[in-house]
C-alpha cells in the first residue's frame, strides 16, 4: 500500500482544476458590485487590473511551484524561503492556521453565492437558503472522498460545462450586434487621479477575488506530471483563458443592459440571458450557472485539503492531518475538517462580508511573504534550483507586492486588522504547541 500521493494530473487536468477554481460563482456575484463602485464601462479597467495582478503574481508562484513541487504549495514555499530550523516553523504554522480558516472562508463563499443565485429559480426563506449552501459543501466532500485519478476526470467534464456555459453567455452579446459598444466608453471618467485610483482599488478587491485559484495546481504539486514545465504552463493558460472570458463576458452584458441598470441587478446574468431569449433561456443559464459555482467548489476544496496534510506530514502542524485514506490515498482528515468548518461558516456568514475578508487575511503571509521569500531564495540558491525563471527579475516580484499591498489597503482598515488578529491568534497558538514540543523558540540547547 502506498504512504504517499502519485503524480497523475497532466497539463489539461491542471488547467482545467485552475479553471473551474477561478471562475466559480465569483464572476457572477461580483459584476455587479464592481460596476456599482465605478462610472460606467471604466469599470472594466478593474478586470483588467485583475487580470495583471494574477500575471505577474503568476511568476512568483510559477518559479516556486516549478522549484518546489510538493503538496501544500505556500506552506513548502515559505519552509524553504524562511529557514528549515527557526523562524521557518512559525511562519509555515502561521500559513496553515490562516489556512484554516480562510480556505473555509473561499469554499463557503462559493457554496453562499451558489444558494444566492439558486433564489433566481425557486425562490427560498432566508433559513432554506442557508440549508442550501450547507448541502453544496456535504455533497462536495462526499464527491472529493475518492482517487485523484478519479477526480482529474471529474474536473475535465466540470471544466468543459464551465466553458461552455462563457460561450454561451458571450456568443449571445456578439450575436446582439452591440458588442464593442461598450469599449468606446470605457475611457469616460478615468484618469490618473485620486478618485479613479481609490475607486479602481474598492472594484478591484472583487474582480481578483474572481481571478483567485490560478495558483491552485501548486497545492497539488505532488501529483502534477512534468511539474517544472506543467505547473507554470497551466497557471498562465489558465490566466490568458480567463481573462478574455471575463472580459469579454462583461461586454456582452453591459451591450445589451444599460451599466446603471447592470449595476443594480442581484441575478445580472440571468437578466441579460432574459432580455436576450426569454425566461426559459434565462433559467437554463442560471442552471449552469449553478454548475459552474459547484464546480469551483469542488477545485477550490480538493487544492486547499492539500495545505494542512503536507505541512503536517513535515511536523509543522497538528499531527492528525497527516493521515491518509487507508485505500483511497487521499488526505481525508484534513479534507473532512475543512469541510466541517467551511460548513459551519456558510450558515453563519454573508457573502459580502467574506470576500473582502478572504483577501485580507491571504496577503500578508501568502501573497506578500512568499514574493519576499522568492527574492531571499534567488539570493541563496543556486540557479539551476529554478527550472522556471520569470523574465525581468526581480521587476515582477516588486509589482506583485505593491499591487498587493494596494489591494490590502483597499480592503478597509476594519479588515485589515481582523486579519492581523488571526495572525496574532495563530502565534499565540504555535507559541503553546511549540513550548510543549520544546521547538523554536523553546527549543532545549545542549
Known amino acids: 500500500m502506498s504512504s504517499s500521493m502519485e503524480r497523475r494530473l497532466g497539463l489539461t487536468q491542471a488547467t482545467a482544476i485552475n479553471m473551474i ?26 478586470w483588467i487590473a485583475g487580470a495583471a495582478l494574477s500575471f505577474v503574481d503568476a511568476m512568483v508562484w510559477s518559479e516556486l511551484g516549478a522549484a518546489f513541487p510538493r503538496a501544500g504549495g505556500s506552506y513548502n514555499f515559505l519552509k524553504e524561503a524562511y529557514g528549515r530550523n527557526k523562524e521557518e516553523k512559525m511562519m509555515s504554522f502561521l500559513f496553515v492556521w490562516q489556512t484554516m480558516i480562510q480556505a473555509p472562508l473561499v469554499i463557503a463563499s462559493a457554496a453562499i453565492g451558489f444558494a444566492s443565485y439558486f433564489t433566481y429559480l425557486v425562490p427560498l426563506e432566508p433559513m432554506m437558503v442557508k440549508a442550501v449552501s450547507g448541502g453544496v459543501v456535504i455533497l462536495i466532500v462526499v464527491m472529493l472522498y475518492r482517487k485523484i485519478e478519479t477526480i482529474g476526470k471529474i474536473s475535465v467534464a466540470l471544466w468543459f460545462g464551465v466553458i461552455t456555459s462563457m460561450f454561451w453567455i458571450i456568443g449571445g452579446g456578439i450575436a446582439e450586434g452591440n458588442f464593442l459598444t461598450p469599449l468606446e466608453t470605457m475611457t469616460e471618467g478615468a484618469g490618473l487621479n485620486y478618485a479613479f485610483a481609490s475607486a479602481l482599488g474598492f472594484a478591484s478587491v472583487k474582480s481578483v477575488y474572481s481571478y483567485l485559484g490560478y495558483y491552485n495546481v501548486c497545492h497539488l504539486g505532488s501529483e502534477i506530471i512534468e511539474p517544472a514545465k506543467n505547473i507554470p504552463k497551466s497557471m498562465f493558460l489558465s490566466i490568458a483563458g480567463i481573462t478574455v472570458l471575463y472580459l469579454a463576458m462583461n461586454i456582452s452584458v453591459v451591450s445589451v443592459i444599460p451599466w446603471k441598470y447592470a449595476k443594480e441587478s442581484e441575478f445580472v446574468v440571468s437578466l441579460y440571458m432574459q432580455e436576450l431569449a426569454g425566461p426559459t433561456a434565462a433559467k437554463v443559464l442560471t442552471v449552469l450557472i449553478l454548475f459552474i459555482a459547484f464546480a469551483s467548489v469542488f477545485s477550490a476544496t480538493l487544492g486547499y485539503s492539500r495545505i494542512p496534510y503536507a505541512a503536517a506530514a513535515d511536523g509543522a502542524f497538528f499531527k492528525v492531518f497527516a493521515t491518509l485514506h487507508p485505500t483511497k490515498n487521499f488526505p481525508h482528515v484534513s479534507l473532512l475538517v ?3 468548518v467551511a460548513f459551519v461558516f456558510s450558515l453563519l456568514f454573508r457573502l459580502h462580508d467574506v470576500i473582502s475578508a478572504i483577501l485580507a487575511m491571504r496577503i500578508l503571509i501568502q501573497f506578500v511573504g512568499q514574493a519576499i521569500g522568492l527574492l531571499l531564495l ?3 540558491r543556486p540557479a539551476e534550483d529554478f527550472p522556471y525563471k520569470m523574465p525581468f527579475f526581480p521587476w515582477p516580484i516588486y509589482i506583485a507586492i505593491g499591487m498587493w499591498i494596494f489591494i490590502l489597503w483597499s480592503t478597509g482598515i476594519t479588515l485589515v486588522i481582523s486579519g492581523l488578529t488571526v495572525i496574532a491568534l495563530g502565534s499565540v497558538v504555535y507559541l503553546a504547541k511549540a513550548r510543549i514540543s520544546h521547538e523554536w523558540p523553546f527549543a532545549k540547547t545542549l
Not at 477561478?22 to 458590485?33: C, E, L
Open 338 to 340: 475543512l469541510g466541517a
Open 21 to 46: 477554481d477561478m471562475v466559480g460563482i465569483g464572476p457572477f456575484i461580483t459584476m455587479p458590485m464592481v460596476m456599482g463602485m465605478m462610472t460606467g464601462t471604466n469599470f472594466l479597467f478593474a
Open 378 to 380: 534567488r539570493k541563496t
